[in-house]
């Protein structure tokens, strides 16, 4: 077990969702610049970040509860809650493009 905890630990840093979470509590002023902090406002790269953090909750969610088996449904959910996000307006497609970049 240790080991598996160890690779998580070790392989966080430089993921990118990891470095935007990490970017709710980082002070703008000192912390490092990163390729979407000049063309992303932080307020759009937080929304992104919690609607992908709630994803990931309800995959765990998911995978724990009796309704296990339906964990592929989630996963083929995550791209229209994607394309949702770009077509309801509330994060304009080149945000979403520089966001998901990778």
Request: glycine share 6%.
């Amino acid at each position: 077990m240790g080991l598996f905890m160890y690779l998580v630990a070790s392989s966080l840093p430089g993921n990118e969702m990891w470095e935007r979470i990490l970017g709710f509590f980082k002070d703008d002023t000192v912390a490092p610049k990163e390729r979407w902090t000049d063309s992303v406002p932080k307020k759009v790269v937080n929304a992104f970040t919690l609607v992908q953090v709630a994803c990931l909750g309800a995959m765990f969610y998911v995978k724990e509860s009796p309704f296990g088996v339906l964990f592929p449904v989630i996963i083929a959910l995550l791209a229209p809650i994607r394309f949702g996000l770009e077509k309801s307006g509330y994060i304009s497609k080149e945000h979403i493009e520089i966001l998901d970049a990778e």
